[in-house]
């Protein structure tokens, strides 16, 4: 049996992807039998480097059909998330020059139809959570309250969710590290990369604890680790150039692949740290490192 479409496409980098890739991939999130296709598709489409105002369309149509599955209007909802916060970035001042990836009337029907479907009890909870998630890319005064009633549940799915908003909105930084103590490996884990992510220094000496830790599981290190690549400070990859040296085979490998990471991101942020060789670098797709 041939190779499916979709994984075909998920070989290449999307900026190698061809003219007609858009086209290909919303026939499949309309038509596949495979709900995981479609779902992957979704996904794919939500790639800036082919999104389009007729892509958002279909996406919103998805989002909004009660009769569609619900794994498929949560990943058409993730999807969106990126337009969204590009055009919150970009705005509608320069449309001639500088155009958003979402034209501003689609903008905001995006956003009404995520606030009211993240808010509404009777929706799925998967859908309510992604619908948050995706929304909050592109702040508005209601996402503080939604994220706060988030974070006060007990439901650790919630929670992650909560903690995932937290990277986009100012002042949950307590919060951040009240989760960083949360006895759900998940909610711990979405509050290592918020932290990070925000540059928050107090997380620093935790996570280059956790990740030399030996006792802990693979899964926490992993974490930890991905967390001190996401820093990019000069102390994280310090940490991380010693990992990267360690007899533990998955420890070192993931090691090397978030000082890749952590390169990537100084280098957007016009920081120039010291970095190992190239060709000290193996990664390797798919290891624990990366997906965790």
Known sequence: ????????????????????????????????????????????????????????????????????????????????????????????????????????????????????????????????????????????????????????????????????????????EDKVLEALKSPYQMVVNEAVFTAAERGMPEVFERLATMARDGQLSDEQRFTAIGGLGAMATQESVAVLNELSTSTHEEIARAAKEALMDAQVVAELDGVEEEWPEEDDFEPERGTAGADN
């Open 1 to 172: 049996m041939p190779p499916h479409p979709i994984e075909l496409l998920e070989q290449v980098e999307s900026w190698q992807w061809p003219p007609a890739t858009g086209q290909v991939l919303v026939a499949i999130f309309k038509t596949d039998q495979n709900q995981d296709m479609r779902c992957r598709a979704a996904l794919m489409l939500g790639d800036l480097a082919i999104f389009n105002e007729q892509i958002g369309q279909a996406l919103l149509a998805a989002v909004r059909d009660a009769d569609q599955p619900v794994d498929v209007r949560a990943a058409a909802a993730v999807a969106l998330g990126p337009a969204l916060e590009q055009t919150e970035l970009v705005g509608f001042d320069d449309l001639e020059f500088d155009p958003p990836p979402l034209p501003e009337e689609l903008f905001e029907q995006i956003q009404e139809t995520f606030h009211d479907l993240s808010l509404d009890p009777t929706q799925p909870a998967l859908l309510r959570r992604r619908t948050l998630e995706a929304s909050v890319r592109a702040p508005e005064a209601w996402h503080r309250e939604s994220v706060e009633k988030a974070w006060k549940t007990n439901d650790s799915e919630w929670q992650i969710t909560a903690v995932f908003c937290m990277g986009y909105l100012p002042g949950f």
